[in-house]
């Protein structure tokens, strides 16, 4: 009898020990208030779902190692990691559910990690479940923004072939990286709770697939109609429109499938042109009376000398006679392809100084 119960004590004890060892660990769900969203996110299989680019996860904490248990539907998206400011880790994740290992051997004190989602959309959808921090490590309450910057764009914006060093310009998902975008360098700068809604290859009037910016702008996972953002949940101060570029193409070409279906056999008139553009902006004004609106272009060849798109965004905005919306247009990079990092350095200076002079920021 006493053997048994020093057999079972000590199944017991080993129990414990194992039990205890499992649970060394800090897990922070998806659902922890401490945790800042940046961008669109959508809830899916008791997850966040980022599809956006710059989408991101964010967390204080007081620890030494972060992990995140995340899963992609394509296997083809980017994660940057970001830890005090400092890219520490990128992650290609898998189409299946999995634990990834952020960021190791940091000093036992406070950090700010960012679990940034440099793909946008079409590369995949990607579902964050939670992070998974040491054992002692503690939550400490979000961070909190100076500013907040939206931005709509296309493959400027998502930072199109910005890893292609070899100069190919090519735009799969390897070669993406929205944290360099211009878009992104200039949120920083400011401080900003910085949201984007961008695609590559979208236009306004016409794209490089049957649908435009117009059509999805208002959704929270844009391949999904019946998923309509909460324009209440976030409300910018500023609001950065860079498109046109891919609609200057494309009007062009009228044997292209999408000219076709938009437009038939005739070419948009500029009357018509400067119509959608005004629509468009009127709807981003109905959705946020009282941010500032800067209509920007550039910098690829839209705003080559000669080009006729960068005056019909001043007509359309002339039109409007809003104090609060401006026109803003980068200078043509003088380069094929589009903008290398380098170049989106010297975009987000510009904007930075637009911005600086506009908000007194």
């Given at each position: 009898m006493m053997k048994r119960l020093k057999i079972f004590r000590l199944i017991v004890l080993i129990s414990a020990c194992f039990s205890i060892s499992c649970?060394?660990?800090t897990v922070v769900p998806y659902t922890d208030p401490n945790i800042h969203y940046m961008g669109r996110i959508g809830t899916k299989d008791d997850a966040a779902e980022l599809t956006w680019t710059a989408s991101s996860a964010i967390?204080?904490?007081?620890?030494?190692?972060?992990?995140?248990?995340?899963?992609?539907?394509?296997?083809?998206?980017?994660?940057?990691?970001?830890?005090d400011g400092k890219v520490v880790n990128t992650i290609q994740v898998k189409n299946y559910k999995k634990e990834y290992v952020l960021v190791t051997g940091l000093p036992k004190s406070p950090h700010k990690l960012e679990l940034f989602k440099r793909t946008e959309y079409e590369m995949g959808r990607l579902l964050f479940y939670k992070f998974t921090l040491d054992a002692d490590a503690k939550v400490l309450p979000p961070p909190v923004y100076k500013h907040r910057i939206e931005f709509y764009g296309n493959s400027i914006t998502c930072g199109y072939a910005i890893e292609d060093l070899e100069g190919k310009d090519r735009g799969s998902y390897e070669f993406e990286n929205g944290y360099k975008s211009y878009a992104n360098l200039t949120a920083r700068h400011f401080n900003a709770d910085y949201y984007c809604i961008a695609k590559s290859g979208i236009g306004v009037t016409v794209s490089w697939f049957p649908y435009v910016m117009p059509e999805i702008y208002d959704r929270t996972y844009a391949m999904d109609p019946t998923q309509l953002w909460d324009f209440k949940k976030y409300t910018p101060e500023v609001v950065v429109v860079n498109l046109f570029q891919n609609d200057a193409w494309i009007v062009l070409q009228p044997d292209n499938p999408n000219f076709k279906a938009r437009f038939g056999n005739t070419p948009p008139t500029p009357e018509f042109i400067v119509n959608a553009y005004q629509k468009f902006i009127g709807n981003i004004r109905s959705k946020y009376p009282n941010a500032k609106i800067i209509c920007a272009l550039g910098a690829m060849d839209a705003t080559k000398k000669g080009s006729p798109w960068p005056g019909y965004i001043e007509k359309a905005v002339d039109n409007m006679r809003d104090k609060g919306i401006y026109t803003h247009f980068f200078p043509y990079k003088e380069t094929g392809g589009h903008p290398s990092e380098k170049e989106h350095k010297v975009m987000a200076a510009d904007l930075i100084k637009f911005i600086e002079k506009k908000m007194k920021w």
């Open positions: 649970s060394a660990q967390i204080n904490f007081d620890g030494t190692s972060a992990k995140a248990t995340l899963q992609d539907d394509t296997g083809f998206d980017f994660v940057t990691v970001v830890v």
